[in-house]
């Protein structure tokens, strides 16, 4: 009984070192054709009115199975379309109404680095992945931004940094990730990923990545 045991528990720790000695090292290109705010995110930006919009590109390096999960270290360039709007502080006032409107200029962006992993639930046949995907990291406003102060006294219009547009910080942004993915095993380490859910601060998206995992001679 006892001999038994212990064949199951060496057979074990040698499926284990298999599947650590199969982990590898690769690439991972991320697109988000189109990203835009939700609903009820007013109060991460500390405003009264909010409609941002964009694009985004991921690029880094991946350490995982292409029949299991992985995980990366990206950096992060996120557009922010022309015309993008923020309005803060919005009330009635002797000129009609008063308050904050900052509105998005040319070269409007977003920098910075995300670590994700990929938590793939099901796996069919060794081709296709059913799963998550969770994400943080840290960004960085680049760019200028139009910020028109209305108030009783005075209509203004400046050209200021683009991280008034987060005025919790105005320096760095918190990004954080949350999606469903699917994932296409096209080849041996090499697979398309689509994924879509809510990304901080507010953001709703839909992405197609691309994983190559470099394989082993």
């Known amino acids: 009984m006892g001999r038994k045991i212990a064949l ?8 284990e070192s298999r599947a650590v000695a199969q982990d590898q090292w690769g690439v991972n290109i991320a697109l988000t054709p189109s990203w835009q705010t939700g609903p009820g995110v007013q109060a991460l930006f500390n405003a ?5 919009s964009g694009s985004e590109l991921r690029i880094g390096f991946v350490r995982g199975v292409d ?3 992985d995980w ?22 002797s000129r009609g109404t008063c308050g904050t409107y900052l509105r998005t200029i040319d070269k409007t962006r977003m920098t910075g ?3 994700h992993q990929f938590h793939p639930f099901k796996t069919w046949r060794e081709h296709v992945q059913l799963g998550m995907i969770g994400a943080v990291g840290l960004g960085f406003m680049r760019g200028q931004v139009s910020k028109r102060t209305v108030t009783d006294a005075s209509d203004q219009t400046l050209n200021v940094d683009a991280g008034e547009l987060f005025p919790p910080s105005k320096s760095v942004v918190p990004l954080v990730r949350l999606e ?6 096209i080849l041996p380490g090499f697979k398309v990923r689509a ?10 998206t839909f992405s197609i990545g691309f994983i190559y995992l470099i394989q082993e001679r």
């Not at 199951?8 to 499926?15: F, G, R, Y």
């Not at 994924?195 to 709703?204: K, L, T, V």
């Open 8 to 15: 199951v528990i060496v057979a074990l720790l040698t499926v």
């Open 48 to 52: 009264d009115r909010i409609d941002l």
């Open 67 to 69: 029949i299991d999960g």
């Open 72 to 93: 990366g270290l990206s950096f992060v360039n996120t557009t922010i379309a022309a015309n993008s709007t923020v309005d803060a502080d919005v009330a009635p006032c």
């Open 113 to 115: 680095f995300e670590f």
């Open 180 to 185: 469903v993915a699917v994932a296409g095993i």
């Open 195 to 204: 994924s879509g859910g809510f990304g901080m601060p507010g953001y709703h």
